[in-house]
């Protein structure tokens, strides 16, 4: 059986733009951390938990991005803020925890393609029920027309 050993390494930045061989193991030198490929999958999976990285914006409007997976945003906008919840972006189990540390109340937006359930108010667009509050996005499905999940303290 033909098979490939191979010891690479990159930063995380590297990785997101790399698909490894099926079964490859590199080291994101980032992360510090042994990532996984399975042949097919841009950037691989992480073998060990790693910290959150923490995203800030000051706007009125903020798209989750790629970037964003399995980390925290952070809004400070003193005006209402939208955050845009995007298709294609994120896989099944992908989460984004979004903290609402400014005045302005955060309204979650379905990109297009998007299905979004929630508790709130509005189920398809929730909000941030107040100021030093937070909720999750969680992706059920992912792909062109995923299925996301609104949880935390919103309205």
Known sequence: MPFAFQRRRGTTAQ???????????TVDTDKKTVVV?????????????????TTSTSGTTYTLALADANNVVVTTSASATT?????????????????????GQVTFAAGS????????????APKIRATYAGATVYYKTGG????????????
């Open 37 to 53: 490929h399975d042949g097919s999958t841009a950037g691989g999976v992480p073998l060990s938990k790693q910290r959150s990285t």
């Open 113 to 124: 393609g998007v299905t979004i359930v929630s508790t709130g108010a509005s189920t398809a």
């Open 15 to 25: 990785h997101a733009s790399f698909t490894g061989l099926l079964a490859e193991l």
């Open 144 to 155: 062109a027309n995923p299925t996301v999940t609104i949880v935390g303290d919103i309205a």
């Open 83 to 103: 955050v845009t919840v995007p298709a294609s972006v994120f896989g099944a189990g992908d989460q984004i925890t979004v903290l609402q540390d400014g005045a």
